[in-house]
């Protein structure tokens, strides 16, 4: 059975989550949340918060060992970007990408 759980808009771009998200894609839950409280990116902390309420969501049911769960697919799609201006010179503005992420976590009993 898979247990999902899912941050929507979350203001930081999708490439570094993924970053952050292919080091811990596959692993047990709990050997994840090691691995992400020792990393130093603002998306580790994120990813971080998804997994614990992964985790929390399995916990709600009651045929479910929360021990053995690992992370089995971790996606992070583009959300919506917000735009914004910066002035440049001779009066010209050059826009600027402010990018959201979708965060999907998936987990599975080994």
């Keep these: ?3 999902r759980a899912v941050a929507k808009y979350v203001r930081i771009s999708p490439t570094k989550v993924r970053k952050v998200a292919n080091a811990v894609k ?3 839950a709990e050997d994840a ?3 992400l409280g ?3 990116q603002r998306s580790a902390r994120i990813l971080g918060k998804v997994i614990r309420s992964a985790v929390a969501n399995a916990d709600q049911k009651p045929d479910i ?3 053995n ?3 089995s697919n971790i996606v992070v799609n583009q959300g919506p970007s917000l ?3 910066r002035p440049r010179a001779m009066g010209r503005a050059t826009r600027i990408l402010k990018r959201t992420s979708h965060i999907t ?3 599975a009993e080994q």
């Design 1 to 3: 059975m898979e247990i």
């Design 38 to 40: 020792f990393m130093s």
């Design 83 to 85: 735009k914004r201006f």
């Design 105 to 107: 976590v998936v987990l």
């Design 26 to 28: 596959g692993k047990p």
């Design 69 to 71: 769960l690992s992370v």
């Design 65 to 67: 060992d929360v021990d």
């Design 33 to 35: 949340l090691n691995v």
